[in-house]
C-alpha cells in the first residue's frame, strides 16, 4: 500500500493549507471507512447529498488515521491535527491514486466488458501469478472510488496489477482508465447490461472502448474479433496496437477444440501450442475470457506451460459459477451474483451442452436494468430454451414470469413454472427433482436468488 510522508502527499495532491508542521509523519494506506482504520492510514472523507464523512474525521483520527483529507467547502477542520485540506475530496482521492500509479514501476492490465469483468480478472490473477507478484481488484472496487483505492492499496514490488473497471454511464470508464494508465486493456464482451442508462449497445461499444483513452502508443487493446460494433469502432484507432479472441479462425487466438464437464472446460488453442489447457470453470464464454487472458499473457512472455499452469489454478469470486452439492443427490450451479441477456444466454448453453446424461434444470429470475425492452428480453429467452435438452423451467419475479411466458411456446406447460414466492419456489423444485440432476441458478444481485441456493444445498 502506498507509504508516503505528508511532504510527499502534499506534492501529489493539491493541498491548501500549510502542512509543514506534520511533513514528515508518514502515511500507511488509505481508508473511507473509520471502521476499519488502521494505524497510520489517510482517511478520505465524502460530502454527499444526504451525509457527510466529514463527521467521522475526529472519529477516524482517534481510531489511529495518521491524516486526513478535509474538502475546503465544509467549514471547522480540526485544529492541531494533521489534515490536509482540499477543494474536494473524492477528486483529491483519484488525483493521488494517479500520481501513485505513475510513480510505480508496475505494468497495468485494464479490463471492462459488459459480462465476465471479474471472472477475467480472477483468471488472469491466476496466469500472471505463475511469473510476477501480482495486485488486483478485490470485490467490486471497480468505480471510481473503488479503482483509486485498489491502485493505493498496491505494495510498491507490485510487478503486475490487473484491475476491473465497471461503469454504470458514458464517460466512466474514460475516468478510470486514465486514473489507471493500463498497458494493456481488455473487452471482454459487448452486452445489454446498462441499457437502462446507455439506451443501446452501439452506445455501451463506445462506452466500454473509452478504455483505450488510458493506452500509452505501445499499448495493446484486446477485445472480441466477432463483435462488428466493436470492428467499426476501432478500425480507426491507430495509437495503439490490437489484438483479437473470439470463436473463428480470423482471430489472433481461437478455440480449435472444447470440451466441458461440470469439473470445467478442456481446450486447444490455435497459435499457441498443441497441448491441452484446462480451466476449472465450465462454459464456452470462459473459454473466451481466458483466451483474452492467454492473449494478455503472450503480450508479457509467459510460456505455454506458466499460462497451463495458471488456468489449473483459477479460482474464482462468490457466486460465479460455484457448484455445490444439493438435495438428492443434484449439482448446484450458482451463478446469481449478476445476470443479462448475453450472460444468461452463455450459462444456458453452457448446461444444455454439458457432457453426460443428467437432466437439467433452470432456475431464472429477473434481469434487471435493461430500460423499455426488459419484457422482450426475458420473453426471448424463454423462447431460446432448449425442452430437448431442459427438464424443467423454474422462473422467478415479474420479470421472470415473461421467460415462463417464452418457454411456454414450446415447453409442455406441466415443465414450467413461475413463482414470486421463494419459499414456494424451494418446495416445488424439491418435489420435482428426482436425484443427479444439474440445477443451473442465475438472475440479476437484486433479486437475491442465492436465498433458494441455499435452501437446495445438501448440508450433509
Known amino acids: 500500500m502506498i507509504k508516503r510522508t505528508i511532504a510527499q502527499l502534499a506534492e501529489m495532491i493539491k493541498v491548501e493549507n500549510d502542512v509543514s508542521k506534520f511533513q514528515n509523519e508518514l502515511i500507511n494506506g488509505v481508508c473511507i471507512d473509520t471502521r476499519k482504520i488502521s494505524s497510520g492510514n489517510l482517511f478520505v472523507p465524502f460530502k454527499g447529498e444526504n451525509t457527510d464523512g466529514h463527521q467521522h474525521v475526529e472519529a477516524a483520527l482517534n481510531n489511529g488515521a495518521g491524516a486526513v483529507l478535509w474538502q475546503k467547502d465544509v467549514p471547522n477542520p480540526p485544529e492541531n491535527a494533521p489534515v490536509l485540506i482540499v477543494e474536494n475530496t473524492l477528486l483529491a482521492l483519484q488525483q493521488l491514486a494517479r500520481s501513485y500509479r505513475n510513480e510505480l514501476s508496475a505494468k497495468v492490465i485494464g479490463i471492462t466488458g459488459s459480462n465476465g469483468k471479474t471472472t477475467t480478472k480472477d483468471i488472469a490473477a491466476a496466469v500472471f501469478s ?165 492473449l494478455a499473457a503472450k503480450e508479457f512472455s509467459l510460456t505455454a506451460a506458466s499460462m497451463q499452469a495458471g488456468l489449473k489454478a483459477v479460482k474464482l469470486s462468490n457466486m460465479r459459477m460455484e457448484w455445490h452439492h444439493g438435495k438428492k443427490g443434484t449439482s448446484i450451479l450458482n451463478d446469481a451474483y449478476n445476470a443479462s441477456p448475453t450472460a444468461m444466454r452463455a450459462v444456458i448453453s453452457m448446461v444444455e451442452n454439458m457432457d453426460g446424461n443428467r437432466d437439467k434444470i433452470v432456475v431464472l429470475g429477473d434481469m434487471l436494468e435493461l430500460g423499455d425492452q426488459e419484457k422482450f428480453f426475458h420473453e426471448q429467452i424463454g423462447t431460446e430454451l432448449d425442452p430437448g435438452k431442459i427438464k424443467f423451467v423454474f422462473t422467478y419475479g415479474h420479470l421472470g414470469k415473461y421467460i415462463a411466458e417464452g418457454a411456454k411456446k414450446h415447453f409442455p406447460e406441466q415443465r414450467v413454472f413461475n413463482f414470486t414466492d421463494k419459499a414456494e419456489l424451494v418446495s416445488t423444485l424439491i418435489e420435482k427433482i428426482e436425484g443427479n440432476e444439474i440445477v443451473l441458478f442465475k438472475a440479476s444481485r437484486g433479486i437475491k436468488l442465492e436465498e433458494a441456493v441455499e435452501a437446495l444445498i445438501s448440508k450433509g
Do not use: W
Open 130 to 294: 505463475e511469473t510476477f507478484k501480482v495486485h488486483k481488484t478485490e470485490g467490486n472496487f471497480n468505480n471510481h472510488i473503488g479503482l483509486p483505492l485498489t491502485i493505493l492499496g498496491m505494495e510498491e514490488t507490485t510487478e503486475i496489477a490487473i484491475l476491473e473497471m465497471g461503469m454504470s454511464g458514458k464517460g466512466e470508464i474514460s475516468l478510470l482508465t486514465r486514473i489507471a494508465r493500463p498497458d494493456v486493456a481488455i473487452i471482454t464482451n459487448i452486452g445489454e447490461a446498462h441499457l437502462l442508462d446507455l439506451g443501446s449497445r452501439e452506445a455501451i461499444a463506445e462506452a466500454k472502448l473509452e478504455i483505450a483513452e488510458g493506452l500509452p502508443k505501445k499499448g495493446v487493446l484486446i477485445y472480441p474479433g466477432n463483435e462488428p460494433l466493436l470492428i467499426k469502432k476501432i478500425s480507426g484507432l491507430k495509437q495503439f496496437r490490437t489484438c483479437t479472441f473470439g470463436e473463428s479462425a480470423e482471430n489472433d487466438l481461437y478455440p480449435e477444440h472444447i470440451s466441458m464437464s461440470e469439473n470445467g472446460s478442456t481446450f486447444t488453442v490455435s497459435n499457441l501450442t498443441k497441448e491441452p489447457f484446462n480451466l476449472p470453470i465450465s462454459g464456452k464464454h470462459n473459454v473466451l475470457n481466458a483466451l483474452s487472458v492467454l
